[in-house]
């Protein structure tokens, strides 16, 4: 079992920034690809970005440009900068830690998530 845990939520009026961490507690963190998720209230969990192994990364629309993934695997963490903040980006922030094994069985992991709230 991995423990994630994210770090670094809170409120920032609009246009702002934020940084959000994420830990994983395993020793094969070089191996996962790290993602973000989101989900607003009403509304489905969604993607906001992917990190590959290889550091590879991967968008949605609605933030690209705007945030950045980037990982350290010396710290088993991964990171979110998130600037020019809009009222539609608060939600709920999810980690995940995602692997896949030679005989692709997958194994995925879940933080508790940490509330991003974009508020003036």
């Known amino acids: 079992q991995v423990q994630v845990v994210e770090y670094g939520g809170g409120l920032v009026q609009p246009g702002g920034s934020l940084r959000l961490s994420c830990v994983a507690s395993?020793?094969?963190?070089?191996?996962?690809?790290m993602g973000w998720y989101r989900q607003a209230p009403g509304k489905q969990r969604e993607l906001v970005a992917t990190i590959a192994p290889e550091t590879s990364t991967n968008y949605a629309d609605s933030v690209k440009g705007r945030f950045t993934i980037s990982r350290d695997n010396a710290k088993n963490t991964v990171y979110l900068q998130m600037n020019s903040l809009k009222p539609e980006d608060t939600a709920v922030y999810y980690c995940n830690a995602h692997y896949t094994t030679l005989n692709y069985q997958n194994f995925s992991f879940w933080g508790q998530g940490t509330q991003v709230t974009v508020s003036s």
């Open positions: 395993t020793r094969m963190f070089s191996l996962y690809t």
